[in-house]
């Protein structure tokens, strides 16, 4: 079954139990560096996007107000010369907001981080007041906000980690600000969900918290699309790995699998976000680079891969994560190797897991020689990590009363 030892790790340390029946009727989630039409490009398939989802379907939700990141007013005034920019059908009961000001990005200094978050809490007041709202819970996946705002006008607040931001490389100029908003949220009392164990200890908070690692969505698992021409053409046994392609992947682990398989393939799915550290692994004859592939595209290819593969380094920030693919590698049943990091360990799950910088070629074999999983269990796994009940938890966290 799913992550429960990680969960119950965390409930035990920091009581929560969604005994109360009351529940806030009006909902703010405001998402970390996305925006609604950037999270329906992609799928709608992240765990924010799915929480989103959640809280525009719970009918027992009177008013949603989902917010956008701030953006730049002339950038986005140009994207929607050139994009037309993708509608939202708001309603007496949801509304989008897409707050815009004239710089780019937030500060990196503490000063004025503390100064971008307390204008953006007196924005994001007087929205929620002409939309209605009295004392809304806020659900929000930047730690930004929740860590500097005020939101003393607002009822409960809950930080929704989904990943340690102060450990990715993108975010190194916040790096401080970032360190700065996980202790602030520790030790307010806000409510916090995190993805991992790992993560949660990050933030340490004093509120209540639970760790709610990611899911899959059954519709999409459950009867995938045939694969494509290009992946059943290539030699068995194929070996997946779907994702973005970074320093995070274990190349030295990569390219002992492709040379101990010469006659198979290894195929690396997903968009190049740096080329220096993968130029070993891409020299490899039998390694083959796709671009990225839709929702539908990566069910069919796990589905039909011989050997999922989820080949990470240990780092802060994978140790920290949730890895989204092995959930969805387990939802289609096809034999998954790990690196043995602490979120893969929480998965009560047949993983073949090798220690970090470990033997990943016995791990293909022994993964190889175990086969699928049965129909039955795979529709079980599907079942026990779906988005329904992971968002659900989330929502009793950050709803309760």
């Known amino acids: 079954m799913a992550s429960i030892s990680e969960t119950q790790r965390a409930c035990r340390r920091i009581p929560f139990t969604p005994a109360s029946r009351r529940r806030a009727r009006e909902a703010i989630f405001t998402f970390d560096d996305m925006t609604w039409a950037a999270a329906q490009a992609r799928g709608m398939c992240f765990p924010q996007d799915r929480l989103a989802l959640a809280l525009l379907e719970d009918p027992a939700i009177e008013k949603v107000l989902i917010c956008d990141r701030p953006r730049s007013a002339v950038v986005k005034l140009a994207k929607d010369v050139i994009e037309r920019p993708l509608k939202f059908k708001s309603s007496v009961r949801e509304r989008l907001w897409q707050p815009l000001r004239l710089r780019r990005q937030d500060p ?106 990611n899911g899959v969505d059954p519709e999409l698992w459950l009867s995938p699309d045939l694969p494509p021409r290009w992946f059943t053409a290539l030699a068995a046994p194929r070996l997946l790995y779907v994702g973005t392609l970074d320093s995070r992947l274990d190349v030295e682990g990569l390219v002992s699998v492709a040379r101990a398989m010469p006659g198979g393939s290894v195929v690396l799915v997903g968009p190049v976000a740096e080329e220096e550290p993968l130029r070993p692994i891409l020299a490899e004859p039998n390694v083959h680079l796709h671009e990225p592939v839709s929702r539908e595209g990566v069910a069919a290819l796990a589905h039909a891969a011989d050997v999922c593969l989820l080949v990470h380094r240990c780092t802060p920030l994978t140790e920290a994560m949730s890895p989204l693919k092995l959930f969805e590698y387990l939802a289609s049943g096809t034999p998954t190797v790990a690196t043995d990091l602490e979120p893969v360990r929480g998965v009560q799950a047949p993983v073949v897991r090798v220690a970090p910088g470990g033997d990943f070629v016995a791990g293909v074999r022994a993964a190889l020689a175990r086969g699928r999983l049965s129909e039955p269990e795979r529709r079980s796994r599907i079942e026990v990590d779906s988005w329904a009940s992971r968002t659900a938890t989330v929502m009793d966290l950050a709803l309760s009363l």
């Open 108 to 213: 990196t200094s503490i000063a004025g981080i503390e100064a971008e978050y307390e204008r953006y809490d007196r924005r994001l007041q007087r929205v929620a007041a002409r939309f209605g709202m009295e004392r809304p819970a806020i659900v929000t996946a930047q730690p930004l906000l929740a860590g500097f705002a005020p939101l003393a006008w607002a009822g409960p607040v809950t930080l929704y980690a989904t990943d340690d931001l102060s450990a990715h490389r993108d975010y190194r100029p916040w790096q401080r600000g970032l360190e700065e908003a996980y202790r602030r949220v520790g030790s307010s009392g806000h409510r916090v969900c995190a993805v991992s164990a790992k993560l949660l200890d990050r933030i340490e908070p004093i509120g209540p918290a639970a760790v709610v690692p």
